[in-house]
T-cell receptor
Framework: GAVVSQHPSRVICKSGTSVKIECRSL??????MFWYRQFPKQSLMLMAT?????????EQGVEKDKFLINHASLTLSTLTVTSAHPEDSSFYIC?????????????FGDGTRLSIL | AQSVTQLDSHVSVSEGTPVLLRCNYS??????LFWYVQHPNKGLQLLLK??????LVKGINGFEAEFKKSETSFHLTKPSAHMSDAAEYFC?????????????FGSGTRLQVQP
């Protein structure tokens, strides 16, 4: 089945550091990738939709200058949390969708647990 | 607008007994519906999907779900629970309109399986 690889799986860093998270589709071309944030014991909240070769579409309330998204190829999207602070600590999950029609399910990475000290 | 309501935040069953996780949806068009499972500190794995074909959908690991338009429900069932089924389950609705495939998640149901 379709595989999405997310790296790193865990990051612990100091406040003020910028952190980059990578999301790769390993066996299909992902025209669209999605970035989600999940707080403990809560559901996933969509942060932004990333289309290859164009600017990401951010959901209301998500700071685009804080969460930089780049989707430079059909197999790679990156999320950079700039100048991270403790309130940015969370579980970040990416997903990818191919181009085989609007009803195709999304395939998820294993997530990145970000802890800002 | 679309929304998803998972009626139970926690469900506890004994190993070998049936599982029922309830989901109701609201949508102004014909939705695509999914169930995903999340194990601790992991991403989401697709269990099954409904995309306007057969109303009874069979998924992986013995799970199935039935789409009932009259009740706007998409409940997930399994005849016999295994210990490995303990996880968080999300009911998800997708906007199938061209150009927009973001998902709306339910709040999740934590399934506990007692030995």
């Amino acid at each position: 089945g379709a595989v999405v690889s997310q790296h790193p799986s865990r990051v612990i860093c100091k406040s003020g550091t910028s952190v980059k998270i990578e999301c790769r589709s390993l066996d299909f071309q992902a025209t669209t990738m999605f970035w989600y944030r999940q707080f403990p014991k809560q559901s996933l909240m969509l942060m932004a939709t990333s289309n290859e070769g164009s600017k990401a579409t951010y959901e209301q309330g998500v700071e685009k200058d804080k969460f930089l998204i780049n989707h430079a190829s059909l197999t790679l999207s990156t999320l950079t949390v700039t100048s991270a602070h403790p309130e940015d600590s969370s579980f970040y999950i990416c997903s990818a969708a191919g181009d085989r029609g609007p009803n195709q399910p999304q395939h998820f990475g294993d997530g990145t647990r970000l802890s800002i000290l | 607008a679309q929304s998803v309501t998972q009626l139970d935040s926690h469900v506890s069953v004994s190993e070998g007994t049936p599982v029922l996780l309830r989901c109701n949806y609201s949508s102004s068009y014909s939705p695509s519906l999914f169930w995903y499972v999340q194990h601790p500190n992991k991403g989401l794995q697709l269990l099954l999907k409904y995309t306007s074909a057969a109303t009874l959908v069979k998924g992986i690991n013995g799970f199935e779900a039935e789409f009932k338009k009259s009740e706007t429900s998409f409940h997930l069932t399994k005849p016999s629970a295994h210990m490995s089924d303990a996880a968080e389950y999300f009911c998800v609705v997708m906007d199938p309109r061209a150009g927009r495939r973001a998902l709306t998640f339910g709040s999740g149901t934590r399934l506990q399986v007692q030995p």
